[in-house]
């Protein structure tokens, strides 16, 4: 009996070594992926400074450069504008939650705190 006690022990602490080691290999890989994905979030917004600087660029071979910088700064306020208030209403249009879900929610709770009434369960 005691042997086995010591193999399960012997067993259940390798399982966790090996569990630990696979974990720390895993974490590693997930952060050197989470790193990339972050150097390219940072890459590709220098990648649109340099787009809104070509289409100023663009602009400008028609008119004054400082038109063509207001009118690309003017296009990206209306855009923002535009995707805030689209934003605005999506979330104005979530609106309340279910009703149904609520007072199920809270028969749930009443239940848990006094039983059930006659002892029907659900």
Avoid at 12 to 30: C, F, N, P, S
Avoid at 76 to 100: C, E, N
Avoid at 101 to 109: F, G, H, N, T
Wanted: aromatic share 4%; glycine share 14%.
């Amino acid at each position: 009996m005691t042997q086995a006690m010591e193999d399960i022990s012997t067993l259940i602490r390798d399982e966790l070594a090996m569990a630990k080691q696979d974990l720390a290999t895993t974490g590693k890989k997930v952060g050197v992926g989470a790193g990339l994905f972050g150097l390219a979030g940072t890459l590709a917004l220098y990648g649109l400074g340099a787009l809104i600087a070509t289409i100023i660029l663009a602009i400008a071979e028609g008119l004054e450069p400082w038109i063509a910088a207001g009118i690309v700064t003017l296009a990206l306020f209306v855009a923002a504008g535009v995707a805030a208030l689209v934003g605005k209403g999506s979330i104005s249009g979530a609106g309340d939650p279910p009703a149904a879900r609520v007072e199920s929610v809270k028969a749930d709770i009443d239940t848990a705190k006094h039983g059930t009434d006659q002892g029907e369960s659900r």
